[in-house]
T-cell receptor, first 114, second 115 residues
Framework: DADVTQTPRNRITKTGKRIMLECSQT?????MYWYRQDPGLGLRLIYY???????NKGEISDGYSVSRQAQAKFSLSLESAIPNQTALYFC?????????????FGPGTRLTVL | AQKITQTQPGMFVQEKEAVTLDCTYD???????LFWYKQPSSGEMIFLIY??????QNATEGRYSLNFQKARKSANLVISASQLGDSAMYFC????????????FGGGTRLMVKP
């Protein structure tokens, strides 16, 4: 079984709809992240959480909100989706502290907003 | 603010040859880590290799090595003996330990291995 899972894997929705993307992990990591990737570009950080009671905005948080329901679950919401939020969304996890602590990524959710 | 630059949008390499993917970074903080990730056409992000700013030796992981030149602020990925399965997007990323520990990504390089 995958260590970091995302649901749904693909979603097509209409402008103005509320969308929730979910992420679960079995790695036991405290830190979780949400990124978006636009075609031909690198990943940009939307929100991150260092533990259940910690939520922080990333580089591009406008139009998004998150909820850390448990250590293993971190969901991303688009309150009112717009077409320029069409992108590939990744959830990631990592251990705490400095050093290598590479991030482990989920398989991604491809979101299309019409 | 941290910045990662990958100047090669796309590259070709002949199968079995070595290839170098460039990455330069910008930070004034002395404590940081550099990462390379691979993204095949299937879309997942695969961690390849890590180099810490205080590491004395260049990192190696199988056919991957990181040519770390601290004074030049470069962290190039070298793939030896390229295989067809190496065709993918490659992303360089940096985390500054005293600045929130966030991972900043470059724009990526698409590598295409020719048979």
């Amino acid at each position: 079984d995958a260590d970091v899972t995302q649901t749904p894997r693909n979603r097509i929705t209409k402008t103005g709809k509320r969308i929730m993307l979910e992420c679960s992990q079995t790695k036991g990591h405290d830190r979780m992240y949400w990124y978006r990737q636009d075609p031909g570009l690198g990943l940009r950080l939307i929100y991150y959480s260092f533990d259940v009671k910690d939520i922080n905005k990333g580089e591009i948080s406008d139009g998004y909100s998150v909820s850390r329901q448990a250590q293993a679950k971190f969901s991303l919401s688009l309150e009112s989706a717009i077409p320029n939020q069409t992108a590939l969304y990744f959830c990631a996890t990592s251990e705490s502290g400095q050093g290598q602590n590479e991030q482990f990524f989920g398989p991604g959710t491809r979101l299309t907003v019409l | 603010a941290q910045k990662i630059t990958q100047t090669q949008p796309g590259m070709f390499v002949q199968e079995k040859e070595a290839v170098t993917l460039d990455c330069t970074y910008d930070t004034s903080d002395p404590s940081y880590g550099l990462f390379w990730y691979k993204q095949p056409s299937s879309g997942e992000m695969i961690f390849l290799i890590y180099q810490g700013s205080y590491d004395q030796q260049n990192a190696t992981e199988g056919r991957y090595s990181l040519n770390f030149q601290k004074a030049r602020k470069s962290a190039n990925l070298v793939i030896s003996a390229s295989q067809l399965g190496d065709s993918a997007m490659y992303f360089c990323a940096m985390r500054v330990f005293n600045a929130g520990n966030m991972l900043t990504f470059g724009g990526g390089t698409r590598l295409m291995v020719k048979p």
